[in-house]
């Protein structure tokens, strides 16, 4: 089959390469209809996470049809059309069933999937192999491993340019607005207006934020969250953040900021996290209110420097992450979706055959021509 | 169960290898008397279900002989922590692991730990997708 392969930093390539296979009883094998690029690619992708290993397929947001099953998968059969969500995770350990599927103690494989920073979290879709990680989707087919578990049956009413953000841009901007605890009333505050942080100023609207304000510094990017979610825009390049921020919100600071900004773009910065990393972060310590959760989403950025512990700890704020959001919400999320409340296929601004995935890929990594996503067709 | 035993075996054949090769490093070097450290896990289930009677679950069965093994109930409702290290103390070690993982038997030991919580748990032990190498073979 052909698939999308890192060839090395900064190098994609479409190549042959043998299909996937049922490894385990409760695999199953799924074509894929589309696939879409997302940031958590990007530090791979520049050459910043050396367990890669050359001719990897990359991708882990996919959506397609049932094509093989294996002989414990229960809830799926043969030419459904499915979503799959980026997190591998069993449904079974202590952690999923607590509902941290994103947290699961068995999703990995292999002998060298042990983080340096302590226990592996949940697998992941076109991740290295040498970290656990499972064969993208940025392919013809692809292994989905504990298939009952990680993915759903897409509502007719849904179609596959709106589905497939379900995979796992939409669950992460749910999952944001969750961890923050956004409740009725509230001022929720988003770095980053990609596709997670439109989603997860759209999941903050849901979930009854009196005042939604996004922050980016790509005006299209910006119009198109607040023609879409509703949420007011603020450009750093023309205004003072905080002094914005502080003045929309009586003074007192938004309840809750969400660092949905993803890796910084570009060349190899590791380790150190480069000029731009953490600057997302401290600005949304500075700006959130005594008593808020301050939410970071996304990876990439494993170090930074110059956090500002002291507002942490004299504000009294809660600070939270959340890199996977684990398949629990996407039920919902395709509920949401079937009813009209979740609108996501202006997020693909690019639709390319997967034939030129690297060139979508490079307008994605540079934000080139009002890029947010590339959507992929096998 | 069939596909238990399949999917346990390449373990079985090196944890066989790695116990042989603890003994004959034994054998050679004397034993060090210092307690190598345990590893543990909290695995799903009450600690007769994970240890029951004493029967030691796979993959950890094969490595009889070479390990000690305890549960206990943890804390909280969370399971049973199960805890394994190896007999003979330090200077075992390198080549119990050597022969698998370098120069880290713990990790070696976290591995069948986690592989024998996944079996426990999920009924398999999760396996990575062939690498190309592993597969000679037409594409599709
Ligand atoms: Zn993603
Ligand atoms: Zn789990």
């Keep these: 089959m052909r698939a999308l392969c890192w060839e090395g930093a900064g190098a994609l390539a479409v190549r042959q390469v043998p299909d996937p296979e049922l490894r385990n009883a409760h695999d199953m094998i799924v074509r894929v209809r589309r696939s879409v690029t997302c940031g958590g690619d990007l530090p791979l992708l520049a050459g910043r996470v050396p367990e890669a290993a050359a001719g990897e397929v990359l991708g882990h947001e996919f959506l397609g049809e049932v094509v093989e099953v294996g002989p414990e998968v229960r809830r799926h059969r043969v030419t459904d059309r499915v979503v799959v969500g980026a997190a591998v995770a069993c449904g079974a350990c202590w952690f999923c069933r607590q509902g941290l599927l994103a947290c699961c103690d068995n999703g990995t494989s292999g002998t060298a999937a042990e983080p340096e920073w302590g226990q592996p979290a949940a697998g992941c879709y076109g991740r290295p192999a040498r970290l656990g990680g499972f064969a993208g989707g940025h392919a013809e087919f692809v292994r989905v491993p504990y298939a009952d578990v990680g993915a759903f049956a897409v509502p007719e009413e849904v179609d596959d340019d709106r589905a497939v953000f379900a995979a796992d841009a939409a669950p992460a901007g749910w999952h944001g607005a969750e961890l923050g605890g956004v409740a009725p009333g509230d001022v929720v505050a988003v770095w980053g207006a990609g596709a997670v942080g439109q989603l997860t100023a759209a999941a903050a609207v849901a979930h009854g934020a009196a005042r939604v304000i996004v922050v980016d510094e790509h005006d299209d990017r910006l119009r198109m969250a607040a023609r879409h979610t509703g949420a007011e825009p603020l450009d750093h390049r023309s205004v003072d953040v905080l002094a914005e921020l502080r003045e929309r919100s009586g003074g007192r600071g938004p309840d809750v900021c969400v660092d949905a900004a993803g890796p910084p773009p570009g060349p190899a910065r590791w380790p150190g996290g480069g000029p731009d990393g953490g600057a997302a972060l401290r600005e949304a310590v500075h700006a959130c209110r005594k008593g808020g959760t301050v939410v970071v989403l996304g990876g990439g950025s494993a170090f930074v420097d110059r956090f500002p512990l002291g507002a942490v700890t004299d504000k009294g704020l809660a600070v939270r992450g959340g890199s996977r959001a684990g398949p629990r919400a996407i039920p919902a999320l395709l509920d949401r979706m079937a009813r009209g409340e979740l609108v996501t296929e202006h997020l693909a601004t690019h639709r390319l055959p997967l034939d030129r995935g690297a060139d979508g890929y490079a307008l994605f990594r540079d934000r080139a021509d009002g890029c947010v996503r590339a959507v992929f067709t096998p | ?140």
């Design chain 2, 1 to 140: 169960m069939a596909r238990t035993g399949r999917l346990v075996g390449a373990l079985t054949r090196t944890a066989r290898d790695a116990v042989a090769a603890a003994r004959r490093r034994r054998a050679r070097a004397g034993t060090d008397p210092r307690p190598a450290r345990w590893q543990v896990v909290t695995v799903t289930g009450r600690p007769e279900q994970v240890l029951p009677a004493g029967r030691w679950p796979e993959p950890l069965r094969r490595l009889d002989g070479a390990v000690e093994v305890w549960a206990r109930p943890a804390p909280g409702g969370r399971g049973t922590e199960l805890a394994v290290r190896p007999l003979g103390g330090r200077t075992a070690l390198p080549g119990f692991a050597a022969h698998l993982v370098g120069d880290d038997p713990g990790r070696f030991l976290r591995q069948v730990l986690r592989e024998t919580r996944q079996l426990l748990e999920t009924g398999e032990v999760l396996r990575a997708d062939r690498s190309p190498p592993d597969r000679p073979g037409a594409a599709r």
